[in-house]
């Protein structure tokens, strides 16, 4: 097969991934983990790591999807989502005390819709014998057999790492996967890019690692500077959440700067991860993502300087990354394992 020659769109994004990744090496893996499928009719795809799966490059947010209060329509959008494409659906053990893995298991379970989605769920403990009743809880509340992908929940604290391993955690999941309950294993946390360093270091080939990615980002305690590039030469999975600052589906950002959520999606998915986690809770709003990762290009380097510069003088000091500054978005169930207050 001849070679072929480089985009100019392609050149480009070399030159920002091997600025933003410090390598030639690191550019080309991160070119290629952008590169995606499109569809006609549903949403583009791309390659999720180690795993060979080929996902949207949109999931369904699990928290917000769960928060919607008539479960009715929360189904009504779920059945739309999968129409439109948007097959990654994410979810965790302890959204609303399990009220988001039920209405999203009340949601799968009719008419064969369980089959077309790349389910993700995530584990709240770390012990053996807790993540065990995570795994049964999840798999019931799912009404199905068996999880896509189950990551281990807010790896917020230093000390997280090691309990996983130490405590059983690890093992559990192991167990699951060789029971065909869980098929891909990963870790989630929006604190410190130091903590999830520490678990790219540990002794175990993760499939997928789940972390905030937006304009702040870049600036302050940067998850696409340090974390994205071992996960490239690893073959881990990025997934991107918090593209807008988290501050529900409207976003801190885009209310808080001149920077808009088009552009805060947009940029994020010009970056080398394979998904964007993005909280949906009507039907305009799906309308509306769906729209933007359908008609998806990636940004210029142009466009992404010129929209980095903006963000940096709001960047530095965390106030639109809270998750990452505070404590607010740690969540309760986590809290009480280390002893804070709730």
């Known amino acids: ?40 009719s549903g949403l583009p795809t791309r ?10 490059i949109l999931a369904l947010g699990g928290w917000h999807i769960g928060s919607v209060e008539n479960k009715d329509e929360a189904v009504r959008i779920m059945h739309a989502a999968i129409d439109e494409g948007l097959t990654f659906f994410d979810s965790a053990w302890d959204y609303q005390m399990g009220g988001s893995e039920e209405i999203i298991g009340r949601a799968l379970a ?37 999880i896509d992908l189950w990551q281990f929940h807010e790896m917020v604290y230093d000390n997280d790492p090691d309990w996983v391993f130490e405590k059983g955690g690890l093992k559990a999941a192991l ?13 989630t946390g929006h604190k410190d890019p130091r903590i999830h360093l520490k678990m790219l270091n540990k002794p175990f080939d993760w499939a997928t690692a789940q972390m905030p990615i937006n304009v702040m980002d870049f600036h302050f305690r940067s998850f696409q500077r340090e974390v994205v590039p071992v996960c490239l030469s690893k073959d881990v999975g990025v997934l991107g959440m918090k593209s807008l600052g988290g501050g529900g589906t409207v976003g801190r950002i885009p209310t808080e700067t001149d920077i808009t959520h088009e552009q805060c ?78």
């Open 1 to 40: 097969m001849p070679n072929e020659t480089p985009s100019s769109e392609a050149t480009p994004r070399r030159t920002f991934f091997r600025t933003l990744l410090g390598s030639a090496a690191a550019a080309a893996l991160a070119q290629q983990a952008i590169a995606q499928t499109d569809s006609s």
């Open 47 to 56: 390659r999720l790591g180690r795993t060979n799966e080929q996902v949207s």
């Open 110 to 146: 009719l008419e064969g819709k369980r089959d077309k989605v790349f389910l993700m769920t995530k584990n709240c403990e770390r012990d053996y014998a807790g993540s065990m009743r995570c795994l049964d809880d999840s798999l019931r509340r799912l009404k199905t057999d068996r």
């Open 175 to 187: 167990e699951a996967q060789k029971a065909g309950k869980v098929r891909h294993i990963g870790f």
């Open 265 to 342: 999606r947009r940029y994020a998915l010009s970056l080398p991860i394979t998904a964007l986690v993005a909280g949906i809770i009507s039907m305009e709003e799906l309308k509306a993502e769906v729209a933007i990762a359908r008609n998806f290009k990636p940004m210029s380097d142009s466009e992404k300087e010129e929209l980095l510069n903006k963000a940096a003088p709001h960047a530095g000091d965390g106030r639109h990354e809270l998750f990452k500054s505070t404590q607010q978005y740690d969540g309760p169930h986590h809290r009480e394992q280390h002893d804070f207050a709730v």
